[in-house]
């Protein structure tokens, strides 16, 4: 079992920068890839970035790439959102995931094992 909480987001204006959190509590948390996504209003939950368990492999969406760097501090429990750049397009709930999985980074939602509750990003215009 992986319990998964989401934190850093935030109201900030277009250019600027947010980091989010997920810290993880499990003793698997090392074995799993992590996945970011994201959920805007009247719109399904999309893949934004994913690492695999030693941080050796990363995705991205299209639309972050550049802009977004996931990370992972083993040690610590916890994986990173560095997000960049920001455009109103990508206010959403932002959702870290957890897949049992160690090697594969997938970009489907069904894929993942466990989910935290989510933490809004607001980005003005």
């Known amino acids: 079992q992986v319990q998964l909480v989401e934190s850093g987001g935030g109201l900030v204006q277009a250019g600027g920068s947010l980091r989010l959190s997920c810290a993880a509590s499990?003793?698997?948390?090392?074995?799993?890839?992590m996945g970011w996504f994201r959920q805007a209003p009247g719109k399904e939950r999309e893949f934004v970035a994913g690492?695999?368990?030693?941080?050796?492999?990363?995705n991205y969406a299209d639309s972050v790439k550049g802009r977004f760097t996931i990370s992972r501090d083993n040690a610590k429990n916890t994986v990173y959102l560095q997000m960049n750049s920001l455009k109103p397009e990508d206010t959403a709930v932002y959702y870290c995931?957890?897949?049992?999985?160690?090697?594969?980074?997938?970009?489907?939602?069904?894929?993942?094992?466990?989910w935290g509750q989510g933490t809004q990003v607001t980005v003005s215009s």
């Open positions: 995931a957890a897949d049992e999985n160690f090697s594969h980074i997938y970009t489907s939602p069904s894929e993942y094992n466990y």
């Open positions: 499990g003793r698997t948390f090392s074995s799993n890839t």
């Open positions: 690492i695999n368990w030693n941080g050796g492999m990363r």
